[in-house]
């Protein structure tokens, strides 16, 4: 048992690693799917949709052959359009609530419809939004992930001039770090910024780091105002023995460093156990299975009906051929010679439902134990307080505190995204972005 | 299993169903596939003077993923040696003895050529005979075809000088580039004519290059009018073959039903119109021959369901129903119901009456989906809910008549009674 990297041909790693959700390979075989679409009125797709895209629309678009018109009815609510379209989980939102599940058909394939358009916006180079002149307003946006793309895309398009500050070397935040490979490349990440940034008006700031050379009584001082979109950090401790040990790593981390440092690079064990059933849980899990460990095991300590991931996400994990063990819950990691041995777990079994409303876990006493060499944690990630310490600006369990309007508790600091919610999804983050600067053009009296 | 067998004016064939006269019936090699494929008959493409074709020919309509669902051609007719037509023609009959060979007829405008034709079609041992005076392109520009089907008077005189000396049974085809077919249909039954069949094409442009400009079909840069078939005209060729059968002067004789036919249903709408049998061209155009096998085993199906033994037992079946709107009963009321457990909540119904009909659908919001129920006192019953409806049955009609008594629009008048107030 070791953990090494370099375990498959670079064959196998690209084959391993394609995508997940193939584009349709021509506009026929796109409208075989568009003219199945009913054109609802008050479409329950887009009402689920948090940036309300109107999707009948832009199906109907690319039925009369509009595509720029769909690509514009898409990034017009979304400016990550195609980065949603392949990292959605469309199976709980528009194409869950599809009209035709309800005749028990397959719903509209509306993500895939979705890369249709937006994918030639951005192969296409298409200018589909005009920037407004520059009207001598400075707003600074903190992170580059999905909110403050989006946050910085509604601001220039109005003539502010906005500057953002990443912390990493390139843009994207999760969609670019955190997200598996086989759902949305590096390349595509950039492609996307490109695209938003080709707007004008937008610079980006790399290894811009908050609290490091970066200030945010700084940016108070320097712009007129601030968009906080900084995300969460790592996950959360899982606070047993033995976690420290090497061989024990941090799901975001992992999957940074496959994304970062590319897939041979990147060591997985021989067996490995990944603790959490949430999207990132199974992204590591079918990422560490695809660099060639032998054995993956999710550990979940609650059901099946309790799990944050999508049924599609568990679909891609047992076909992965990753093992799953419900109602476990990790208690020690064993170690030897200072490398990881096997993990204990307590046996668990669900008592009454916990402020989640899902039904919370007791451990029954009994253990068992898993040999493994590789300890994935993937059981949600805590937000950046240090980060924003002695700032000024109020938390609530590490979470920026925002009004109705995005803003903080200090005036000219706004705020949206997974620093806010704690995590949700990129969509969500886009239309936080959105919201968050159409409030920093009410504030700047912009926009009534 | 019904008998499907058909007898039009002693012209029998083992099914109703003929292609119609056009490309697929030009030679002897697709009429030998059309026969082993199971088709009844043919009517063979237009022979007459010797015509140069251009290229392209055709052009069509498609709709929403469907292609053609109408079709255009600017082809003349046969552009073969009238011998070849001829010998084929007679070995196909050899060949196939028990299937209905009739051969569509264009001569030129003069008597001794239209003699001479017939001369020399009966002479293959050809069925019967189908005037063209269709064709509404290229044909027409040279006094022929649908130039002689919209005169009634020159329509009857060709009949009278084809009846002169033919022996075999006449078909006349009829245009539909005219305001009623009545009149030319009325002319050629004097004039002689054993029977009637319609509709040709009708005169179209199917579209436009968004590019290039050029409407459809280019020859060169250029275009020109052609006929319009396929799917998109059946309901137009029903509506010429019904005003054909409630009239006492043009039902005498049996109709050929043509346009836009491509299943045994189509086929059965056109008989209980009034079609005797019926021609298909378009739809063999687009899926071949092999069509016909699902129209034989349908028509057959659908007849032994409704217990009918042959095909004259349900021809002509629907004529009755067809009135004057202004014999329509006044009295009578429907109001749209919605299934709520068949409805999947995609508003069409809605967003339809709210803003083209009479607002009498309810919209209660729900995230994602609404709920929808209909204002029965605002339903006029126009149906509009219920066609756009995806779901089968989910809206429904309900008799909610206003009164006891059928009255019609010049009773409903004599007696005064109110109209709408708003």
Redesign the interface.
């Known amino acids: 048992m070791a953990i090494k990297n370099n375990r498959l041909t670079p064959e196998q790693y690209n084959e391993n690693f394609t995508d997940l959700h193939t584009p349709f390979e021509s506009r026929d075989a796109a409208?075989?799917e568009?003219?199945r679409c009913?054109?609802?009125?008050?479409?329950?797709?887009t009402?689920?949709c948090p940036t309300s895209i109107d999707v009948p629309k832009f199906i109907k678009q690319i039925?009369t052959g509009n595509i720029k018109g769909s690509a514009f009815t898409i990034l017009s609510s979304n400016i990550l359009g195609g980065g949603c379209a392949r990292v959605c989980p469309v199976e709980k939102l528009c194409e869950g609530?599809c009209?035709?599940n309800?005749?028990l058909e397959k719903p509209i394939q509306i993500a895939r419809l979705q890369r249709y358009s937006t994918d030639m916006a951005l192969e296409k180079k298409w200018n589909l939004f005009e920037r407004k002149p520059s009207i001598g307003k400075k707003v600074a946006v903190v992170g580059a992930g999905p909110s403050g793309l989006s946050c910085a895309h509604g601001l220039s398009r109005q003539g502010i001039d906005v500057t953002i500050y990443e912390k990493e070397s390139k843009a994207g935040g999760l969609m670019t770090y955190g997200i598996a490979a086989y759902k949305v490349t590096p390349e595509f990440c950039r492609e996307e910024t490109d695209f938003i940034i080709s707007l004008g008006g937008i610079e980006i700031l790399y290894n811009q780091e908050l609290g490091k050379n970066l200030s945010l009584s700084e940016l108070q001082k320097n712009y007129d105002a601030v968009f906080l979109g900084i995300g969460v950090g790592l996950t959360r401790q899982l606070e047993i023995p033995g976690e420290n040990l090497e061989g024990v790593v941090d799901a975001i981390r992992f999957i940074y460093g496959l994304r970062e440092e590319g897939f041979a690079k990147t060591a997985v064990g021989d067996q490995v156990a990944v603790i959490g059933m949430g999207m990132t849980a199974i992204d590591a899990a079918t990422q560490a299975k695809r660099l060639g460990a032998k054995e993956v095991t999710l550990v979940y300590r609650r059901t099946e009906n309790e799990k944050p991931c999508t049924d599609v996400e568990l679909e891609i994990a047992k076909l992965d051929g990753c093992k799953i063990i419900w109602l476990a819950s990790p208690k020690e990691i064993i170690s030897e010679n200072g490398k990881v041995k096997s993990l204990v777990c307590s046996k668990m079994e669900l008592g009454a439902p916990d402020e989640s409303g899902r039904r919370f876990p007791f451990d029954t006493g009994e253990t068992f134990t898993l040999e493994v060499d590789m300890v994935i944690k993937a059981t949600g990630q805590v937000p950046y307080s240090d980060l924003l310490q002695n700032s000024g600006i109020e938390l609530t369990k590490g979470k920026i505190r925002i009004d109705a309007n995005h803003t903080s508790n200090i005036g000219n600091v706004f705020a949206g995204g997974d620093c806010v919610n704690g995590g949700k999804e990129v969509v969500d983050a886009v239309q936080a972005g959105k919201e968050g600067a159409k409030s920093i053009l009410k504030y700047l009296g912009i926009i009534e | 299993m019904a008998d499907l067998s058909s007898n039009f004016l002693g012209i029998k064939s083992p099914n109703p169903f003929w292609l119609a006269s056009g490309p697929p019936t030009d030679k002897k090699y697709n009429v030998m596939r059309a026969f082993e494929a199971g088709w009844g008959g043919v009517v063979w493409k237009t022979l007459g003077s010797q015509v140069k074709n251009v290229s392209s020919r055709y052009s069509s309509l498609d709709f929403n993923g469907h292609r053609v669902m109408g079709f255009n051609n600017i082809e003349l007719i046969s552009d073969r040696p009238l011998e070849s037509n001829l010998r084929e023609i007679k070995e196909v009959i050899r060949e196939f003895p028990d299937r209905a060979v009739v051969v569509s007829l264009m001569a030129d405008n003069d008597k001794e050529s239209w003699h001479k034709l017939i001369k020399q079609t009966e002479d293959t041992g050809a069925h019967g005979l189908e005037l063209n005076f269709g064709c509404p392109h290229g044909m027409n520009e040279r006094g022929m075809g649908s130039t002689v089907g919209q005169n009634p008077d020159i329509a009857k005189m060709i009949v009278e000088w084809v009846m002169e000396v033919a022996t075999i049974p006449v078909i006349t085809k009829l245009t539909p580039n005219v305001h009623s077919v009545v009149p030319t249909a009325t002319a050629c039954v004097e004039g002689g004519t054993n029977a009637l069949s319609l509709i040709n094409t009708i005169q179209s442009i199917t579209g436009i290059d968004l590019d290039s400009f050029v409407p459809n079909p280019s020859v060169a840069g250029k275009s020109t009018y052609g006929g319009y078939c396929g799917p998109a005209v059946k309901p137009i060729a029903l509506k010429m073959l019904a005003s054909l059968s409630v009239n006492k002067d043009t039902n005498k004789v049996p109709i050929s039903g043509i346009g836009g036919i491509g299943t045994w249903r189509d086929a059965v709408e056109f008989m209980l119109l009034g079609a005797t049998n019926i021609q298909v061209c378009t739809a063999a155009m687009k899926h071949g021959f092999r069509i016909v096998e699902d129209m034989i085993d349908g028509l057959n199906n659908w007849m032994d369901e409704k217990g009918f033994k042959t095909t004259t037992d349900f021809i002509g079946k629907s004529v009755p129903f067809m009135t004057k709107w202004e014999n329509l009963d006044l009295n009578y009321h429907i109001v749209a119901n919605i299934n709520q457990e068949k409805c999947i909540g995609c508003g069409l119904c809605y967003i339809a009456c709210e803003d083209t009909s009479h607002q009498s659908i309810n919209l209660e919001y729900g995230k994602p989906y609404n709920t929808y129920t209909i204002k029965e006192e605002d339903c006029v019953g126009c149906n509009l809910c219920k066609l756009v409806c995806p779901v089968d049955e989910c809206i429904t009609m309900l008799e909610k008549r206003v009164g006891l008594e059928y009255i019609n629009w010049m009773e409903y008048q004599k007696r005064g009674l109110p109209l709408n107030d708003h």
Do not use: G, I, Q, R
């Not at chain 1, 009913?38 to 797709?45: G, I, K, Q, S, V």
């Open positions: 409208l075989t568009v003219n009913l054109f609802c009125f008050d479409a329950p797709c009402k689920v039925n609530s009209v035709l309800k005749e």
